[in-house]
């Protein structure tokens, strides 16, 4: 009883919001209109090619309620955004990917003081999800020694692949030799971050790097 009531305070206090347009609703974590008009990629425009990387899907454009929530998620403290875009992305990559073919699920690293800042690694959150989603294992790959500077901050792939260049490497070279990962991000523009993460993965070994995103650039 007691447990019902605490539950139905909190929900007085903090009401269930969509995740992408804020609206107040009563249950699920997306209003009605939010799953049916969000800003969906389709056909050709799912997939994205990118050095060392074999295919990259991304389910949403980075564009307008997305962009939003994805912000939130990052910066505004909201990392239960993680279950609903997992679902997304989940779904995506079950009609996308041949994930029967598909070893472990990965992520992109985040260093030290850059986790210590947020709390948590949002592509690390992601990646739990889908892992739950899909019935693959999580695996984690590679850490990231140093900070380097965010990549939002810096515009071209030429700029971008620089700034990251050298910025991963390996936990254990056994985790990926002969396997076929999928490795999980947040948001692609460049491909930048992916292809270099792709390219350590694939020197030690790994057969295959697919990618899967939140979002993606419009194109």
């Known amino acids: 009883m007691k447990l019902k009531l605490l539950d ?18 009563d249950k699920s974590d997306i209003c009605n209109e939010c ?33 939003s929530a994805i912000l939130r998620f990052k910066f505004g403290s909201a990392p239960t955004n993680s279950k609903r875009f ?19 699920v990965s992520y992109i690293p985040l260093s030290r003081k850059r986790i210590h800042e947020r709390g948590y690694n949002q592509a690390e959150l992601l990646a739990k999800e889908i892992s739950r989603n899909i019935g693959l294992p999580l695996v984690s790959t590679l850490k990231k020694p140093k900070n380097t500077t965010a ?32 490795l999980v991000d947040d948001v692609v523009t460049t491909g930048a971050t992916l292809s270099e993460a792709a390219r350590v993965l694939k020197k030690a ?14 194109d």
């Open 151 to 182: 990549q939002s901050t810096i515009k071209g792939y030429k700029d971008r692949a620089a700034n990251v260049i050298g910025a991963f490497t390996l936990i254990d070279e056994g985790r990926v030799r002969d396997k076929y990962i999928l």
């Open 86 to 104: 997992g679902i997304i992305m989940s779904e995506y990559a079950e009609n996308n990917l041949d994930c029967g073919g598909i070893d472990m």
């Open 8 to 25: 139905y305070i909190l929900k007085l206090i903090y009401p269930p919001k969509c995740v992408f347009c804020q609206t107040i609703i």
């Open 35 to 67: 799953a049916k008009a969000l800003p969906y990629t389709k056909g050709d425009s799912i997939y994205q090619k990118f050095p060392f990387v074999d295919k990259c899907i991304s389910p949403l454009y980075y564009k307008d309620n997305v962009r």
């Open 205 to 218: 070994g790994a057969k295959a790097v697919y990618c899967i995103t939140v979002a993606r650039k419009e």
